[in-house]
């Protein structure tokens, strides 16, 4: 029982990496400890740009233990996001908390990679739009910061995160558009920060989260590949 435990352990960090992988997950990890040792103001930052990189590059290759570092890095981000007053964010890493012991169940029962029909995903992506407008409003109201963007953040990271749950590839051109939002929404915040237009949340944080939306976002699309060519499935398969 124990072999078969450590066995789990180690098909899920260990096997069927590829050279290009490696390296650029080697890159994006340190890409974060230098943000921290440029702004080392908040070491939380660094754990959730690291521990962020973790869970989307092991999401990539379909294995389960995506969600242990996905919990770690949605409780250091719920935190940033709330002195940052991004209250998207903040939002959505609450159900992101939530969401990670679901996503272990889910995946343990079906390693399959799923796909929608083309006219389900044109309603699918209209109807994300929609919503991104509506949260938009909601979230102007609420006086959160550059709500345009952290809307994004609220309802369109909720649809990825269902179809990441459930498996489906549709998951990841929707999350490329949220990394392309939060570059440009955390970036914004990183030069107000560092210009003193605003005093609200910490330079460190913001540049950590800078850093680690641009290797989501390189990642997202890199998975997109992955999962459309079905090379997902044994991998995914390679952690039961």
């Not at 908390?97 to 679901?102: A, D, T």
């Not at 079906?110 to 699918?124: G, M, Y």
Request: hydrophobic share 50%; net charge neutral.
């Amino acid at each position: 029982m124990e072999t078969a435990h450590h066995n789990w352990w180690y098909n899920q960090l260990f096997t069927n990496w590829k050279k290009f992988e490696v390296i650029y997950v080697t890159a994006l990890i340190l890409l974060q400890i230098v943000v921290y040792a440029l702004a080392p103001d908040t070491f939380i930052g660094m754990i959730s740009g690291v521990t962020g990189v973790l869970c989307l590059i092991y999401g990539m290759k379909g294995r389960k233990i995506s969600f242990i570092f996905g919990f770690v890095q949605c409780v250091a981000m719920t935190y940033i996001a709330w002195i940052s007053h991004a209250y998207g964010s903040f939002a959505m890493d609450i159900v992101y908390v939530i969401s990670q012991p679901i996503g272990w169940f889910m995946w343990g029962k079906d390693e399959a990679v799923h796909s929608f029909q083309p006219k389900t995903k044109r309603w699918l992506f209209l109807g994300a739009f929609v919503a991104w407008g509506i949260g938009w409003y909601v979230l102007s109201m609420l006086n959160g910061q550059l709500p345009y963007f952290d809307s994004i953040n609220f309802v369109v990271s909720f649809i990825a995160q269902v179809l990441y749950v459930l498996k489906y590839q549709e998951n990841w051109p929707l999350w490329i558009v949220v990394n392309i939002a939060n570059v440009i929404y955390w970036g914004t915040l990183a030069v107000q920060t560092l210009t003193g237009a605003t005093d609200i949340g910490s330079l460190g944080a913001n540049l950590s989260q800078v850093a680690l939306q641009a290797a989501l976002l390189f990642n997202s699309i890199y998975a997109t590949k992955v999962w459309s060519s079905g090379e997902a499935d044994n991998e995914g398969g390679a952690g039961k």
